[in-house]
């Protein structure tokens, strides 16, 4: 079965909402797996959109779904910020000569 480029969003949409579910369960390694995944599919949308386009109504849809992922991606900040300065806290004493 051939992608549209709608189903690169979606599937971008999906993976964000799972990230979410992995960060407000603070499974921190789910986090980056799957935002490895995201990575993956961005790509393959970006290869994919040097050759389709989207119709009218597709861009509509297009700029839903990516307003749905910059507000999850906006929750997985704020709850991934107190972790990262835990981590930051936890290397800079590793740096510590005692």
Same mark, same amino acid.
């Given at each position: ?13 999906n993976a964000s909402q799972k990230m979410l579910a992995a960060a407000q369960a603070e499974n921190w390694d789910q986090v980056v797996k799957l935002e490895g995944a995201c ?5 393959? !949308? +970006? ?6 386009? /989207? &119709? ?9 779904? #990516?307003?749905?992922? !910059? +507000? ?6 704020? /709850? &991934? ?9 936890? #290397? ?7």
């Open positions: 079965m051939e992608h549209t480029l709608l189903d690169y969003y979606k599937a971008i949409e990575a993956v599919l961005i790509a393959q !949308l +970006r290869a994919r959109s040097r050759t389709d386009q /989207l &119709a009218p109504e597709e861009r509509k849809e297009k700029a839903k779904i #990516m307003q749905r992922i !910059l +507000r999850t991606d906006a929750e997985i900040r704020c /709850l &991934a910020e107190p972790w990262l300065n835990d981590l930051e806290q936890l #290397m800079d004493n590793k740096g510590q000569v005692h």
